[in-house]
């Protein structure tokens, strides 16, 4: 028989605030171990939390982004655990009232949109780190108490293609909005990822697997690639899955059992006392609504669909996205969309990058690019001597219109002047001449370029074409 994967992912993301979840803690990377900690975040007996609104309004607006539904009334409760990263013994986290529930994601995967159902968002806060070294072991609780955002989502996906176009997607989604920098490298998005097989088909649900703490899409791929056909060699074989936790172990590029259901944890979970329950105000909502902006694979989709962009020109904008921001403010008055998002991603951009400088530099208008393009449209100057307007214009800050007219450089269409240009070529190149009397279609291009050379870049293309085959071929 064959089989299928289920997969459901559970990512954790550690949201952009300044300060950590329960305490005025900086919340930041990298400083030497312990010294972002007070009582709060210690654990120390008798101290109180008080909720970082900040997380509050990212997770609020990460609701809205994946297109949640927002309850009334969120709370926090205590998961009990002892481990020597947790200090206080138990993380907060939201169990049975989070701050947001189901929504969706959808994403490019496979050359069409897929849909992943989002169970729901969750604030929690970040353990510490441990770190063992030879004969010892330390824990650093910098990161104890930073704000982090669980996302939950429904078995919706098939494989590890969709499980990472759906992790980017989401990753691209959080970035966009302002939510977390989802700096893999610096842990800032883990995953546990739950996976069963079930016969090719059906609609029910396999013994869960859950894999622990995956810190890279990367190792999501392979701890799947190694798992699903794993489980799907112990069905065929005739033995039964059970439900259990297993650990990735990137080196040996395999996946350990690590406790069964039987030994799952007990957490216990209650509620925090010491917390009021968080009741958004109509107000409230209405500023973290405000925040809302357009996710990547929407404005791909609207770029493609206003301005006629191919799918990778409206990718660009989207992964550069001051850049696209500039083209939809240069666009409004252009008569070629295309052209414009040529110029804007290919020239534009190479000058800034090999200029260091930025967009808010730039010394012309988005509206002197759009003329550019048009003097190229309109046949008034040739492709060639545009990139030298623009070189001037991206230096000097003068409009294209001018420098053509300044420098001489509009196109030659005048047929005498080129009628010139091109009985020198053929006087001074009877070589290629013959060759293409011969039927040699390339020599014409070898001339061409030789009537380009002598009107200075500045003679109509196309009409130079014609008027050496005429002059040639009779
Ligand atoms: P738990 O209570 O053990 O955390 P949940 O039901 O909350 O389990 O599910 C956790 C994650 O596991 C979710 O992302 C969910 O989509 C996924 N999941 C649940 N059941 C399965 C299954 N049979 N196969 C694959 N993923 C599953
Ligand atoms: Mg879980
Ligand atoms: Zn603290």
Redo the contacts with the bound molecule.
């Keep these: 028989m064959e089989y299928e994967a ?5 990512t954790h993301v550690q949201l952009k605030t300044k300060s950590k979840m329960w305490c005025g803690c900086a919340n930041e990377f990298g400083a030497s171990p312990n010294t972002n900690v007070c009582p709060v975040c210690l654990g120390l007996p008798g101290v109180l939390p008080v909720a970082n609104e900040e997380a509050l309004r990212l997770t609020t607006l990460t609701g809205l982004l994946l297109n949640c539904t927002i309850p009334r009334r969120a709370k926090f409760d205590r998961k009990n655990y002892f481990y020597p990263d947790m200090p206080k013994n138990y993380q907060l986290t939201q169990y049975d009232q989070p701050s947001t529930s189901t929504g969706w994601v959808d994403f490019e995967h496979q050359g069409g949109i897929s849909r992943v159902r989002i ?1 729901r968002a969750h604030l929690e806060e970040d353990v510490g780190k441990n770190s063992h070294f030879d004969r010892n072991s330390g824990v650093d609780f910098n990161r104890a108490g930073v704000p982090l955002m669980e996302i ?5 996906i098939d494989g590890p293609d969709m499980a990472c176009a759906y992790l980017n997607a989401l990753k691209d989604i959080l970035v966009y909005g302002g939510v977390s920098d989802c700096d893999m490298e610096k842990g800032m998005v883990r995953c ?1 990822v ?3 097989v079930r016969p090719k088909g059906t609609r029910g ?6 894999i622990k703490n995956m810190n890279s899409f990367s190792g999501v791929r392979k701890a799947l690639e190694y798992e699903i056909p794993r489980q799907i060699a112990v069905v065929q074989a005739g033995g039964k899955l059970i439900q259990s936790t297993r650990r990735w172990e990137d080196t040996t590029g395999i996946t350990e059992e690590m406790r069964t259901k039987e030994d ?1 944890h007990d957490y216990r979970y209650f509620a925090e006392p010491d917390l009021m329950p968080f009741e958004p105000t109509e107000a409230w909502l209405a500023e973290v609504s405000r925040c809302v902006v357009e996710i990547p694979l929407a404005r791909k989709q609207r770029f493609m669909r206003d301005y006629q962009l191919p799918a990778p020109d409206a990718q660009a904008f989207v992964w550069d996205r001051p850049l696209g921001d500039y083209y939809e403010a240069a666009v409004a008055s252009a008569k070629n969309p295309k052209a414009l998002a040529n110029w804007v991603i290919n020239n534009l951009r190479a000058k800034l990058t090999e200029s260091g400088s930025a967009l808010d530099q730039l010394k012309f208008p988005p509206a002197a690019l759009v003329e550019l393009v048009d003097l190229v449209d309109s046949g008034k100057i040739s492709g060639r001597i545009a990139q030298d307007v623009f070189a001037e214009m991206f230096s000097t800050g003068s409009n294209p219109g001018r420098i053509v007219e300044i420098k001489g450089l509009a196109q030659v269409s005048d047929s005498g002047a080129i009628e010139t240009f091109c009985d020198q070529a053929i006087a001074a190149n009877p070589g290629p001449v013959a060759d293409f009397l011969a039927g040699k279609e390339a020599a014409l291009n070898f001339l061409k370029g030789q009537v380009m050379k002598l009107s200075k870049g500045k003679a109509n293309p196309a009409l130079v074409g014609e008027v050496l085959t005429r002059k040639i071929k009779g």
């Excluded at 289920?6 to 559970?10: A, K, Q």
Aim: proline share 5%; charged share 25%; no cysteine.
């Design positions: 289920v997969i459901g992912l559970e169970t939950v989502s429904e078995p919706d546990d739950n996976v069963s649900l396999g013994a869960k697997i859950e799952a």
